[in-house]
């Protein structure tokens, strides 16, 4: 069992990491541990470990002599998580063409459609899909690693989604039934492709939003 100590660092973090992600606190906001402090209810301590792990997964800066200030979107590192993500995803769509159960497979169908309403039913529908496909590579360290990349992604989405239309959702349905097709008929190399320029096309429309929206380094 956790003793107390741990068990507040760990709480600090996750609600913290949480805050960040979910652009409940937005790029650039300044942090300071005597307020967040306060406002977890616990002391300096807790919250001195949790930014100190938040700098270190590049979501939170130093601000030397003022205290913290959560990371700014840059191009350069969406650039390079677009690029990572198309990497781990296309081995395990690879993987998943030879080892998943064809229940498995069909089970993908549920993402031929979008039933939701807001941004924040598509960001969910969204990394479900994505999530959904990793894991029938049956390997579960890519699986968890592609969902730890999709908590960046989706902070990145929220901060562009003001200027995403249903247009967008919808051609990213469509693109997320063709990537399902190819599953289902264990085609890797067509699986592979789609998915690769799926994820280019979805980053493109990312970065044009963050680029007109001036939020962006």
Same mark, same amino acid.
């Given at each position: 069992?956790?003793?107390?100590?741990?068990?507040?660092?760990?709480?600090?973090?996750?609600?913290?990491?949480?805050?960040?992600?979910?652009?409940?606190?937005?790029? =650039?906001?300044? !942090?300071?541990?005597?307020? @967040?402090?306060?406002?977890?209810?616990?002391?300096?301590?807790?919250?001195?470990?949790?930014?100190?792990?938040?700098?270190?997964?590049? @979501?939170?800066?130093?601000?030397?002599?003022?205290?913290?200030?959560? +990371?700014?979107?840059?191009?350069?590192?969406?650039?390079? !998580?677009?690029?990572?993500?198309?990497? @781990?995803?296309?081995?395990?769509?690879?993987?998943?063409?030879?080892?998943?159960?064809?229940e498995?497979l069909?089970?993908?169908?549920?993402?031929?459609?979008? =039933?939701?309403?807001?941004?924040?039913?598509?960001?969910?529908?969204?990394?479900?899909? $994505?999530?959904?496909?990793?894991?029938?590579? $049956?390997?579960?360290?890519?699986?968890?690693?592609?969902?730890? !990349?999709?908590?960046?992604?989706?902070?990145?989405?929220?901060?562009?989604?003001?200027?995403?239309?249903?247009?967008?959702?919808e051609?990213?349905?469509?693109?997320?039934?063709?990537?399902?097709?190819?599953?289902? +008929?264990?085609?890797?190399?067509?699986?592979?492709?789609l998915?690769?320029? $799926?994820?280019?096309?979805? =980053?493109?429309?990312?970065t044009?939003?963050?680029?007109?929206?001036?939020?962006? @380094?």
């Open positions: 069992m956790l003793d107390a100590p741990v068990l507040a660092r760990e709480a600090a973090y996750r609600r913290l990491r949480s805050d960040i992600i979910s652009c409940r606190l937005p790029p =650039g906001t300044e !942090l300071r541990e005597a307020e @967040l402090a306060e406002q977890f209810a616990v002391s300096k301590s807790p919250v001195r470990d949790a930014l100190h792990r938040l700098v270190a997964e590049r @979501l939170v800066n130093v601000l030397p002599r003022r205290g913290y200030q959560i +990371a700014q979107i840059s191009l350069k590192d969406a650039q390079e !998580l677009r690029e990572f993500r198309a990497v @781990l995803e296309q081995a395990c769509a690879t993987l998943a063409t030879k080892v998943a159960t064809a498995e069909r089970g993908l169908d549920r993402y031929r459609a979008f =039933g939701g309403e807001t941004a924040e039913d598509f960001i969910a529908y969204n990394r479900d899909f $994505h999530e959904a496909v990793t894991r029938t590579s $049956h390997n579960s360290r890519m699986a968890d690693y592609a969902q730890n !990349l999709a908590d960046y992604h989706d902070r990145l989405v929220r901060v562009s989604i003001s200027n995403t239309t249903p247009e967008n959702y051609s990213f349905v469509r693109e997320h039934g063709e990537i399902v097709d190819a599953l289902q +008929a264990r085609d890797g190399r067509k699986a592979v492709r998915i690769g320029a $799926h994820i280019k096309r979805g =980053g493109k429309r990312i044009a939003a963050l680029t007109r929206a001036a939020v962006v @380094l």
